[in-house]
């Protein structure tokens, strides 16, 4: 049986995933597709996927976790729907599993809810590995809460003190907000900050911790919420993000990208051992089964260590499609299959990608139809 697929919500990288799935099936013969039709939802009914759907609807941007998951039982019933990447209401979707399966329908999610919650906070994340005596994948790190302004200091102080195989000229500490769905804020501490850099590339986020400190204390005074921060070892080498498929737990494939530093442009598609012990030890641990993104980066003396794991699609997704493996593809070949993939290609290391860009005709909102 073909798959009916349905994406429901999720980033502009989908868009990627669909146009990747679609030409992927193209160069197939007809018994070797998979895919019947391909179903995308969103709540804004300018969504870019839009235009690579064979069906579409705009999804109310008001409705409730409860009402949502109802409303996508009918949708999935009316219109034969067999398998869904789930994304919006993620929990409140997974924890009515087994009403999708009463219907025909099996959700596609790479890890449970309950491991999407570690992975979420950095700090949660960190203590799993250390706990599983994988510590040696991990910078050096502590929590700080900006409630406690006069703490910074000696936080940072230790951070200094477990870096022991990093030369003291080269010890440099950062903060980043432990809930990753906070944003991207990162800071870099300085002793004495490039007053050119602070005035002309402030985006830099370099400054010293004391002033750092102080902001972040007023900041949470004035919101009335006290957050934590990460307080880490800056990684001042090359970072690495790897595109994974795993299968209950054990690693498929992958596609580690460099990102570009310096003068340097585009992300280069690279291998290596330890890059690869990294991302198995992360499939097993967290269970993973789909597409799992890892983000690591090489401290001063060039060791991994891991910044971060996320059970939804990356970003750079785009980019990794570029490099003969699509992980689309195949992990919807997986689930129609239950785990048979056959022969996989290998990526093609040493290759170079800019970006990934798309120009669509976006369909007009009587066109969508919009979910009530």
């Known amino acids: 049986m073909k798959l009916k697929v349905w994406f429901n919500d999720g980033t502009a990288v989908i868009a990627e995933a669909i146009q990747s799935l679609k030409q992927h099936e193209a160069t197939l013969s007809e018994a070797e597709r998979i895919l019947q039709q391909i179903h995308v939802t969103h709540h804004n009914p300018n969504f870019i996927g839009f235009s690579l759907a064979d069906q579409i609807a705009v999804e109310d941007s008001n409705i409730s976790a409860q009402d949502y998951t109802d409303w996508a039982l009918g949708y999935a019933a009316d219109h034969s729907i067999n398998c869904i990447v789930v994304s919006r209401f993620y929990k409140a979707m997974i924890a009515r599993t087994e009403d999708f399966r009463a219907i025909g329908v099996e959700l596609l999610y790479s890890c449970s809810p309950k491991e999407l919650a570690v992975l979420d ?58 809930n990753r769905l906070l944003g991207k804020a990162f800071y870099r501490f300085d002793e004495h900050p490039d007053p050119h850099q602070q005035l002309y590339f402030p985006e830099d986020k370099i400054m010293r911790f004391p002033e750092f400190g102080q902001l972040a204390h007023r900041a949470s ?132 990608l800019f970006s990934w860009s798309k120009a669509v005709v976006l369909p007009s909102p009587a066109q969508s139809g919009v979910v009530a």
């Open 121 to 178: 906070v950095k700090s949660d994340f960190y203590h799993r590995l250390e706990q599983a005596y994988y510590g040696d994948m991990v910078p050096a790190w502590l929590i700080w809460n900006d409630d406690y302004e006069t703490q910074l200091q000696a936080s940072v102080v230790t951070i200094k003190t477990r870096m022991v195989a990093v030369p003291e000229d080269l010890k440099t500490v950062c903060a980043k907000p432990s």
């Open 221 to 352: 005074m004035k919101a009335g919420t006290a957050n934590d921060w990460l307080v880490m070892e800056h990684l001042p080498g090359h970072e690495y993000s790897i595109d994974c498929l795993a299968w209950h737990g054990q690693l498929v494939t992958y596609v580690a990208r460099q990102k570009p530093v310096g003068e340097e442009e585009g992300h280069l598609i690279v291998d290596s051992p330890e890059l690869r012990r990294q991302v198995q030890i992360l499939a097993r641990e967290f269970g993973f089964s789909g597409l799992f993104n890892a983000k690591i980066k090489l401290d001063s003396e060039g060791r991994c260590k891991v910044l971060s794991a996320s059970a939804r699609f990356s970003d750079g997704l785009g980019l990794s499609l570029l490099c003969g493996i699509n992980l689309p593809w195949l992990w919807l070949k997986m689930h129609a299959s239950k785990g048979q993939v056959g022969e996989l290609p290998p990526a093609q290391i040493g290759r170079r």
